[in-house]
Antibody
Framework: EVQLVESGGGLAQPGGSLRLSCAASGFTFSSYSMHWVRQAPGKGLEWVSYISDSGSTIYYADSVKGRFTISRDTDKNSLYLQMNSLRAEDTAVYYC????????????WGQGTLVTVSS | EIEMTQSPATLSVSPGERVTLSCRASQSVSTHLAWYQQKPGQAPRLIIYGASSRATGIPSRFSGSGSGIEFTLTISSLQSEDFAVYYCQQYNNWPPITFGQGTPLEIK
């Protein structure tokens, strides 16, 4: 069974940093690209970032480019999101997600981790 | 960036009714369109991919159609567990992957 478990969320001050983790199990992590998707309170879904299975291809939403860094550790079956220069508008539940098959739609989601940016 | 627009903004319906939700893309996404269901406090759940293919375990009352820029999600007979927010997502031309704003399905 595919499982994705996020951690690392919490309260951060504007301008601060947080590092999110996503522990993957139930599949061959090194064979799948991964994404981060976020959802601000009471709002819709926003794609944040992508990393290919090898880690060689990375994309970011314009809203986080230059501030967030996605990475992965195959040995630890884990996905990460380093979030720097946090802003109030980064407040959201952050989900890691895996494609279902073939193309990049999301068949598997974690439970999400809440990031709150406030002074 | 491809903009996805869902309609209606909200929908109030009674159990047992047939419901059609719409999603329009700002440019063609072929059939690279997915639908998700999200209930309060839960992660989204994949319902439809490839515009019309049901994901594993999704009941047959859910169906998707469309191609190009116009898509629909139909629920043939609403059950109580179907009341949720529904999102469409395009994956034809990215980054960025983009979602519609969501359509909440509420009990009348």
């Amino acid at each position: 069974e595919v499982q994705l478990v996020e951690s690392g969320g919490g309260l951060a001050q504007p301008g601060g940093s947080l590092r999110l983790s996503c522990a993957a199990s139930g599949f061959t992590f090194s064979s799948y690209s991964m994404h981060w998707v976020r959802q601000a309170p009471g709002k819709g879904l926003e794609w944040v970032s992508y990393i290919s299975d090898s880690g060689s291809t990375i994309y970011y939403a314009d809203s986080v480019k230059g501030r967030f860094t996605i990475s992965r550790d195959t040995d630890k079956n884990s996905l990460y999101l380093q979030m720097n220069s946090l802003r109030a508008e980064d407040t959201a539940v952050y989900y890691c997600a895996r494609k279902y098959s073939g193309y990049d739609y999301f068949g598997y989601w974690g439970q999400g981790t809440l990031v709150t940016v406030s002074s | 960036e491809i903009e996805m627009t869902q309609s209606p903004a909200t929908l109030s319906v009674s159990p047992g009714e047939r419901v059609t939700l719409s999603c329009r893309a700002s440019q063609s996404v072929s059939t690279h369109l997915a639908w998700y269901q999200q209930k309060p406090g839960q992660a989204p759940r994949l319902i439809i991919y490839g515009a019309s293919s049901r994901a594993t375990g999704i009941p047959s009352r859910f169906s998707g159609s469309g191609s190009g820029i116009e898509f629909t999600l139909t629920i043939s007979s609403l059950q109580s567990e179907d009341f949720a927010v529904y999102y469409c997502q395009q994956y034809n031309n990215w980054p960025p992957i983009t979602f519609g704003q969501g359509t909440p399905l509420e009990i009348k």
